[in-house]
């Protein structure tokens, strides 16, 4: 076992980790975003397969790094703003609409690589491009730290930096402030004049951006091919994450670092003699468990509110002639 | 006429969103097809012109069909378990190392190896409902990992304890004939699971619609709040939906493996998890509906094999057109103003009727 734990406390997994996790920052903070507005998008899957597919075709036929970018994007945002016209215009319930999307995105992009290319597996036939890595000067001569932040591609910093641009944007911008409005009381922000669908329309093609720049990276940073259904289950494992994080920035990234730690640590425990098919089933059993795990405590958190609440009330006020308002305005609000 | 429209709407609606997908695929066919004729002709009629594709439309509909109903008792409950790929395959598992490591007599093992797979595919799908009725855990994600673990644990436990080394592929050792379902036509390799299949969708029918369980399964998923304050209970309904939703779904897996391939051969997961959720949408949760949508689905994706076979136009545009029809179907917007349209004029007539007689 010793190999083993040489190669965890080293350098090379804290960059591994980085790098594995940065695929599931990304649609995880596009699933927070979307929870947080009251339309849970489960299509991320599906959004980051389709970014995937156009960055490498875009970028293949053009040649042009800036182009697939865009296109990936664009595509992201589409299938976001698709997503919001079934659900909000013709009343898709939200779940199925998104399921149909993932499968939508698997058959398509598929179909379409077969088209263009002749060949259903993967892109190796075309030239792809690669996003660049960055070296940062002061930070890479630093001596463990440097190499395990430094030399990464440009979309995984893009990932660390989209989570302190997801604190702004949710908590210091007015659009946050209705995201968060209308997630938590649809009818409250309508009778202040806000408009609840566009809102979340908003929230949903937010959440293509994100998934598109998870897409984007796996395809053109983790690898510089598109293979078929590449996602490979992280659009759904984001999911946990941000729901283990509460859909908060911080609490996101550290499920994200979470889950990237256990995919690493698949990756690595591979040289030790296991059955391959057991290692590969970890990060997906932690998910589970981490799942469970993060549902307890939500339970035991809001059991101890509610009971709170009723020793504040047994407390506070003789018990013969409660206010009427008041209790009422308790009772509506928790 | 009107009337009926109105009365048979959600039918109608189906009907009209499944031709939509068909009109789509044939546009795409005549895109991308040099020969769109030839291609057109093998998507949708040589399914029907072949002994061997007819009785493939069977074989393919006996697994949608049991996972169909499996999704729609846990979709009826809105339990989105979404793990019945994962049940399917890890019952298939479970139950052909089960069926390989047992010899009986046939009239007691097939049932016996049948209960097994059910019993695998259960506790499959007891993990997730426990922890949505106990902790409020989300059962669409739980499930959704489970399929993952499904996948690895039974290639685990395939590849490592019950593989037939003398095959020069990874499959398991061959089911003792006594494990076998019978295939009852020559030439095909139909066989009874299919009867398996129908026997427990009209059960389930009878299940959902004609006992209290059933009953309080539906009034679960119209209103969660206003079943609890009814008296029923619950946390028992979540957990069993999908305690049932995962044993009708290890059935499927293993008639499969029993019927047709006589050992474990998946090397990948079969996905008929996932058009078992087609066809419960489809067939809007109902099992009898389920039936004729699972052969529907069966006969297009014969089809479509068919075309990427025969034409040269790959499979996955039935996939495509499998989410498009789903969109359509789930979209209760979708014909809606045509819907207000025929009420408002069947009113208008109905008041006219009304006056004339008065």
């Given amino acids: 076992m010793s190999p083993l734990l040489d190669s965890i406390f080293s350098s090379d997994f804290g960059f591994a980790v980085l790098r594995v996790m940065t695929p599931l920052i990304f649609p995880a903070l596009g699933f927070a975003i979307t929870d947080l507005a009251g339309v849970v998008n489960i299509s991320l899957e599906g959004m980051m397969l389709m970014s995937a597919f156009f960055g490498v075709i875009v970028g293949a036929f053009t040649g042009s790094l800036l182009l697939a970018l865009l296109a990936g994007i664009l595509i992201g945002i589409a299938m976001g703003a698709a997503l919001g016209y079934f659900h909000l215009k013709l009343k898709t319930d939200i779940i199925l609409g998104a399921i149909a999307m993932n499968m939508f995105a698997s058959g398509f992009t598929i179909f379409l690589l077969y088209v263009l290319t002749g060949d259903k597996g993967s892109t190796s036939s075309l030239k792809s491009l690669v996003f660049p890595e960055v070296h940062i000067p002061l930070l890479r001569s630093i001596p463990v730290l440097g ?21 702004f944007l949710i908590f210091k911008t007015p659009l946050g402030l209705r995201i968060r409005a209308v997630g938590q009381n649809p009818d409250a922000a309508r009778s202040v004049g806000i408009n609840v669908d566009r809102v979340q329309l908003y929230a949903l093609m937010l959440s293509g951006l994100f998934g598109a720049l998870g897409g984007l990276y796996l395809s053109m940073g983790y690898v510089s091919w598109f293979a078929r ?76 509110i509610k009971e709170e609440a009723l020793e504040e009330e047994y407390d506070s006020g003789p018990p013969d002639n409660p206010p009427p308002a008041a209790a009422k305005q308790r009772g509506g609000s928790s | 006429m009107q009337k009926f429209i109105l009365r048979n709407f959600t039918l109608i609606r189906t009907l009209i969103a499944i031709a939509l997908g068909i009109v789509i695929s044939i546009f795409l066919i005549y895109v991308i097809s040099e020969t769109p004729g030839f291609s057109l002709k093998s998507f949708l009629i040589a399914p029907l012109l072949s002994k061997s594709r007819l009785s493939n439309i069977v074989e393919n509909a006996t697994p949608i069909l049991f996972c169909g109903i499996a999704i729609a008792v846990a979709f009826r409950a809105k339990q989105f378990n979404i793990g019945a790929e994962g049940a399917l395959f890890i019952s298939a598992a479970v139950g052909t190392a089960f069926a390989v490591s047992t010899s009986m007599p046939i009239f007691i093992h097939i049932p016996l190896v049948l209960l097994v797979a059910a019993g695998a595919g259960a506790a499959w799908g007891f993990i997730p409902g426990f922890m949505k009725a106990k902790w409020g855990a989300s059962e669409l994600v739980a499930s959704l990992m489970m399929n993952y673990v499904a996948y690895f644990l039974g290639l685990y436990l395939i590849n490592n304890f019950f593989r037939d080394k003398e095959a020069g592929f990874l499959v398991s050792y061959r089911l003792p004939e006594s494990a076998r379902l019978a295939q009852f036509l020559e030439g095909t390799r139909m066989h009874y699971g299919v009867f398996l299949a129908l026997g427990a969708a009209l059960l389930i029918y009878y299940l959902m619609f004609h006992t209290t369980l059933g009953y309080e399964i539906r009034m679960t998923g119209h ?41 474990f051969n998946w090397q990948m997961s079969p996905g008929y998890g996932w058009e078992g959720i087609i066809v419960a949408i489809i067939g809007r949760e109902h099992p009898i509906l389920i039936i004729f949508a699972s052969f529907f689905l069966a006969y297009i994706r014969v089809g479509g094999q068919s075309l990427n076979l025969l034409a040269d136009v790959p499979f996955e545009l039935v996939t495509v057109i499998q989410a498009v029809i789903i969109i359509l179907i789930t979209a209760e917007a979708f014909l809606g103003r045509f819907k207000y349209k025929l009420t408002v004029n069947e009113a208008k007539r109905e008041e006219a009727g009304d006056e004339s007689l008065a």
């Fill in chain 1, 147 to 167: 190499d395990i932040l430094s030399g990464h591609n440009v979309l995984t910093y893009a990932a660390l930096l989209s989570a302190i641009v997801f604190f």
């Fill in chain 1, 229 to 304: 259904d590449m996602t490979a289950g992280r659009g759904w494992i984001a999911i946990a994450a941000a729901t283990l994080g509460g859909n908060m920035p911080l609490g996101t990234f550290l499920a994200a670092l979470l889950f990237g730690s256990v995919n690493a640590l698949a990756i690595y425990i591979a040289s030790v003699n296991i059955p391959s098919e057991l290692i590969q089933m970890i990060p997906y059993v932690a998910t589970v468990l981490a799942l469970a795990l993060y549902a307890i405590r939500v339970q035991k958190r809001r059991q101890k």
């Fill in chain 2, 223 to 263: 209103n969660q709040g206003f079943s609890r304050f009814g008296g029923i209970k619950i946390f028992k309904i979540i957990i069993l939906v999908q305690v049932i939703e995962g044993a009708l779904a290890g059935m499927g897996g293993m008639t499969e493996i029993m019927g047709i391939h006589g050992r």
